[in-house]
């Protein structure tokens, strides 16, 4: 089975739309942590966001959230008032400790911003 | 500027050679991902090293090797290249503390015509 899983290949939003992009996870650990990366054309991966298993409230930096439920293991990224620079590809991650900390990766989520 | 430094940034090679890239990683960080990502696709976990020593292998061919030295840098060894080993291979450091977010250098882009 697949530990992370990202269902949409593409995704498009206007400018200055929210948007919302899919993470579920799998795992049996108790202790865990998400993670979103930003993967901009040129090519480096940007950490975005972090939210720990025990979190009780939904981690936010700028105009990102994460909208975290843990009990449909889901840990979806909501990008607030998009601009032009979000396009890019998106990765969700987990860190498990019970694998030794190995992260899983998602295959991605292209978004563009349409102007 | 994540702290990891990759190089070299850009290589260029034939069939049959052998690379080497290098990593960085951030100060006071003891574990090392190296990760392979071909053209449209996500990310292949290789191999990790934790202060040293090898903590986990991915699917990592048997063409391709690693280590972590005492100075906590790390190389990958590439040999007997394949025109599918073209990609973008990315090294990635932790402190395992906190957090815990994987730090990624800039990558390495191999090409092998």
């Known amino acids: 089975a697949q530990k992370i899983t990202q269902t949409q290949p593409g995704m498009f939003v206007q400018e200055k739309e929210a948007v919302t992009l899919d993470c579920t996870y799998d795992?049996?650990?108790?202790?865990?942590?998400l993670f979103w990366y930003k993967q901009p054309s040129s090519g480096e991966m940007i950490f975005l966001i972090y939210?720990?298993?025990?979190?009780?409230q939904n981690a936010t930096e700028g105009r990102y959230s994460l909208n975290f439920q843990k009990a449909r293991k889901s840990a979806n990224l909501v990008i607030s008032a998009s601009q032009l620079g979000d396009s890019a590809m998106y990765f969700c991650?987990?860190?498990?400790?019970?694998?030794?900390?190995?992260?899983?990766f998602g295959t991605g989520t292209s978004l563009t911003v349409i102007p | 500027d994540s702290g990891v430094t990759q190089t070299p940034k850009h290589l260029i090679t034939a069939t049959g050679q052998r690379v080497t890239l290098r990593c960085s990683p951030r100060?006071?960080?003891?574990?090392v991902y190296w990760y392979q990502q071909s053209l449209d696709q996500g990310l292949q976990f290789l191999i990790q090293?934790?202060?040293?020593?090898?903590?986990a292998k991915g699917n990592i061919l048997e063409r391709f090797s690693a280590q972590q030295f005492p100075d906590l840098h790390s190389e990958l060894n590439l040999s007997s290249l394949e025109l599918g080993d073209s990609a973008l291979y990315f090294c990635a450091s932790t402190r395992e503390g906190g957090t815990g977010e994987l730090f990624f250098g800039e990558g390495s882009r191999l090409t092998v015509l």
């Open positions: 939210q720990g298993s025990y979190d009780e």
């Open positions: 090293y934790y202060n040293g020593e090898e903590r």
């Open positions: 100060s006071g960080d003891l574990s």
């Open positions: 991650a987990m860190r498990e400790p019970s694998t030794g900390n190995q992260f899983y």
């Open positions: 795992t049996s650990d108790q202790s865990y942590g």
